[in-house]
């Protein structure tokens, strides 16, 4: 009998040290929370936070889920299963918590409400790799500018690419639509491309008065090498004095100060010249 008890302590001790070991095994060392930084665009716009609880060798465990907190709520609240709500601009950090482990990633919340185009539609005429600029305002749910530029992609290359800053450049005819992105929050262009020579542009009117704070709207026709007319091909303006008037992509001029400017359209090498007079 006393054999047997001898025998009996090592497997004993045995079975404790792989409980033990099991033990620490499934315990939790760290909580893994993706994406690490997080940025939402709008206040309508909830995103989703993840967690894993992880060993000490970086393993996942199901041992449990983590519970989520946030230090603003007034900022952005987060539910049990990870979803960020916005409720107001600013930043805040969410936490996951399990047991005696945690994480916090830092969430900063952008109120964006909308990306205005100047033009929905435009029509680029010219040889290929004629450009024009598009113009676009970001706004917030107050319905205010605010100084953010959009990033522009284009749904087909092929006929017309776009710079992140929103210049596009034509390739073949055809349409394409260039894309505006701040955040989830889009905007968009669509782009009829004609490729074809220009042999000069017309502005109408040659010259106008205005009042400061008028507009004064200025057209555009082009013609091509054959003579024929070309009706409203996007061009790009520019005032020769901001500081009497301004000009927009759409051609429409305000008056600022007293004074004269001369607005200028510019297309695929070929131009046109008009006078701004404010009083």
Not at 108 to 121: F, G, L, N, R, Y
Not at 210 to 236: M, N, W
Not at 248 to 270: E, F, K, M, N, S
Request: proline fraction near 6%; charged fraction near 20%; hydrophobic fraction near 45%.
């Amino acid at each position: 009998m006393r054999r047997v008890r001898l025998l009996a302590v090592p497997l004993l001790v045995s079975s404790a040290l792989a409980l033990s070991a099991a033990a620490c095994a499934k315990r939790a060392a760290r909580i893994e929370v993706l994406p690490p930084k997080l940025s939402i665009y709008g206040l309508d716009r909830p995103q989703r936070l993840t967690a894993r609880i992880l060993d000490k060798s970086g393993r996942p465990l199901e041992i449990g889920t983590a519970n989520w907190e946030s230090s603003r709520r007034d900022v952005a609240t987060v539910d049990a299963g990870g979803l960020v709500s916005p409720k107001s601009e600013g930043k805040t950090m969410i936490t996951a918590r399990y047991t005696t482990v945690s994480t916090s990633v830092p969430v900063q919340i952008i109120d964006v409400k909308s990306i205005e185009v100047a033009e929905p539609s435009l029509r680029l005429v010219g040889p290929a790799g004629t450009q024009v600029p598009i113009q676009s305002v970001v706004k917030n749910s107050k319905d205010r500018a605010l100084p953010i530029s959009p990033v522009w992609s284009s749904s087909a290359p092929a006929i017309a690419s776009v710079s992140p800053e929103g210049i596009v450049t034509s390739s073949s005819s055809g349409k394409a639509l260039m894309i505006a992105r701040v955040g989830d929050v889009q905007g968009a262009c669509e782009v009829t491309v004609e490729i074809r020579d220009i042999a000069r542009l017309e502005i109408r009117p040659a010259t106008a008065l205005v009042r400061v704070g008028d507009s004064q709207h200025f057209e555009i026709v082009a013609y091509g090498l054959d003579g024929r007319l070309i009706e409203g091909p996007a061009v790009l303006f520019k005032s020769s004095n901001p500081a009497v008037a301004t000009v927009d992509a759409t051609g429409h001029a305000q008056g600022v100060t007293p004074g004269a400017a001369t607005i200028r359209a510019t297309l695929a090498g070929a131009g046109a010249e008009a006078t701004l007079i404010v009083n």
